[in-house]
């Protein structure tokens, strides 16, 4: 089993910046994929970023030359560096990581963003 723990939300002014991160524990040998998945209220939970095994990155067109995903092996740690926040960025963050063909989802981080 794979352990994901999100941290790094909260409220920041339009323009602003955050830094998520995802720690994976457990069982974590030969995952394949690390994404972040974006739930705005009232829509459907969404790929934002992210990162595969050789180190290839994919963005959401929302937030190509904002957001930027990266990974520390050594911590079992992805973060998601997010920059000029906007309101259409609001929404529960989910970091996903797959292994096997199985899908792990971590508890969800909420971003707030002010206009």
């Known amino acids: 089993q794979v352990q994901l723990v999100e941290s790094g939300g909260g409220l920041v002014q339009a323009g602003g910046s955050l830094r998520l991160s995802c720690a994976a524990s457990?069982?974590?040998?030969?995952?394949?994929?690390v994404g972040w998945y974006r739930q705005a209220p009232g829509d459907k939970r969404e790929l934002v970023a992210a990162?595969?095994?050789?180190?290839?990155?994919n963005y959401a067109d929302s937030v190509k030359g904002r957001f930027t995903i990266s990974r520390d092996n050594a911590k079992n740690t992805v973060y998601l560096q997010m920059n000029s926040l906007k309101p259409e960025d609001i929404g529960v963050y989910y970091c996903n990581a797959r292994q096997f063909g199985h899908w792990y989802w971590g508890q969800g981080t909420q971003v707030t963003v002010s206009s």
């Open positions: 990162i595969l095994n050789d180190g290839s990155t």
């Open positions: 457990g069982s974590i040998f030969s995952i394949s994929f």
